[in-house]
């Protein structure tokens, strides 16, 4: 895969983009990347990228000339996914970096100032925002979607199975993990899974999964695919957060 990316500030790639997992992506060539400098598209002697909204308020918005001539030469030979960060665009998910990881190339165009002049999002194939805040630009949620997309490519990530794994996969929460030693200052790592029984501790971290899921992040289990076995562990994880807070509702009456 080949990830691009159009900014004011190329520079701010550098060391991200050569550290750890991405790096080691780009020595192995599974991921090409490079960082275009948008000033490069502008035609005055001051480089400008910016100018004043029309119709008054406050700050500077990106120019839409140096947008569609970076655009027009970047994909003139090949085309590529062209992504806009924005804040108003679909929110960033693990689903969505499953398909970036499937494109062959992406460029990723990062906005500045008080954003981008209107126009330039007939350009856009998707819209994406890292979440509900504001950013001081574009350049870090790239770096963010590069990570979340480099590994899921192909052969990135040493074991294929820490993809599936993970978080979100399936729309579950990852199950709670543990590492030497067995017990540290009280607390003690789960008895199964110093069971050594493989079959014991996959039961115990789906079981897991689900009553994480349903404990926090209620809102992916619609699309998760549970058996009615496991539906049941939702509902009974339903019951306890619903009589969690009726006894904390009594007490506070209570007092
Ligand atoms: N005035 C814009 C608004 O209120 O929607 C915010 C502009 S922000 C200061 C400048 C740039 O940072 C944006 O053009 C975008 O590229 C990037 N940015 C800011 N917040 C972001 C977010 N939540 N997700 C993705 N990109 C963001």
């Known amino acids: 895969m080949r990830i691009e990316t159009l900014s004011v500030f190329p520079q701010m790639f550098e060391g991200p983009m050569d550290a750890s997992i991405i790096g080691r992506a780009r020595r192995m060539s599974k991921l090409e990347f490079a960082a275009h400098d948008l000033r490069d598209w502008t035609h005055d002697r001051h480089r400008s990228t910016d100018d004043e909204p029309f119709g008054g308020g406050q700050g500077q918005l990106m120019k839409v000339e140096p947008v569609f001539e970076a655009l027009d030469d970047l994909l003139a030979d090949e085309p590529a996914q062209v992504l806009f960060f924005t804040p108003v665009g679909e929110t960033f998910t693990q689903s969505i970096a499953q398909q970036l990881a499937r494109e062959q190339r992406l460029v990723m165009v990062c906005g500045r100032y008080e954003g981008f002049d209107e126009r330039v999002y007939t350009r856009a194939d998707r819209c994406i925002s890292l979440g509900d805040y504001v950013l001081t630009g574009g350049e870090l949620a790239a770096m963010v979607v590069t990570d979340a997309v480099c590994r ?11 993809n599936i794994e993970e978080s979100f996969h399936g729309n579950l ?14 607390l003690s790592v789960p008895e199964v899974l110093l069971s050594g029984d493989h079959a014991k501790i996959a039961a115990w971290r789906r079981r897991q999964s689900i009553i994480r899921t349903a404990r926090l992040r209620p809102d992916l289990l619609p699309d998760a695919e549970l058996s009615e076995q496991e ?21 506070d009456c209570e007092r």
């Open 173 to 186: 929460l990852e199950y709670p993990q543990y590492t030497r030693p067995a017990s540290y200052r009280g």
């Open 231 to 251: 539906w049941d562990l939702v509902r009974a994880c339903r019951r306890d957060l619903a009589d969690e807070a009726t006894s904390i509702e009594r007490s």
């Open 152 to 162: 899921l490519l192909p052969g990135v990530l040493g074991d294929e199975l820490s």
